[in-house]
């Protein structure tokens, strides 16, 4: 049975629609991880507790995304020593998401975030694999060949508007 190396956690259910995108990429890439529910304020024991047991857990890195006020991230950084990814998440309670963004990013010295862009999981995703693909040979390998297809699909594009007769 495998173990999770990599957690997604997300403030409630309706973030599942963007951070689902960091799950396929994990999935693709051969990188367990575990996905749940945490919200900072609804259920801030659960946080606490996810936050603290992660690193006894085998976790090596932590997706967090959030919506709104989006503590989720920060919170969870404050907690573990672990890299923690935030993902802001463009919920409809959101000022055009830009209060996810903000929350996330503008951390205070000291506990740090990587922040990806809104609503960008999957990149959330690649950058934990590459995290665990620093002790992990069969993930870095993955990432190499996925790099490699991101290569081939541009050198495809770039033949596709050479045959219709404009210059690449």
């Not at 862009?117 to 870095?140: C, F, H, M, P, R």
Request: glycine share 10%; proline share 4%.
């Amino acid at each position: 049975m495998s173990k999770a190396v990599v957690g997604i956690i997300m403030g409630s259910q309706s973030d599942l629609r963007v951070m689902r995108e960091a799950a396929q990429v994990l999935e693709d890439l051969g990188v367990e991880f575990d996905l749940t529910i945490v919200s900072a304020h609804r259920t801030p024991d659960r946080m606490f507790d996810y936050a603290k047991s992660a690193k006894d857990r085998g976790l090596k890195a932590i997706i967090a995304g959030a919506g709104g006020a989006a503590h989720l991230p920060g919170m969870v950084a404050s907690l573990t020593t672990l890299p923690v990814i935030g993902v802001p998440v463009k919920s409809s309670n959101s000022i055009d998401g830009w209060d996810s963004v903000l929350s996330i990013l503008q951390m205070p010295g000291g506990v740090p975030v990587a922040t990806v862009a809104l609503d960008g999981a999957k990149n959330a995703g690649i950058l934990a694999a590459q995290i665990v693909g620093t002790s992990d040979e069969a993930v870095a390998n993955n990432l190499t060949e996925y790099k490699e297809n991101l290569r081939t699909k541009v050198e495809d594009s770039i033949e596709a508007v050479a045959k219709n007769g404009w210059k690449a």
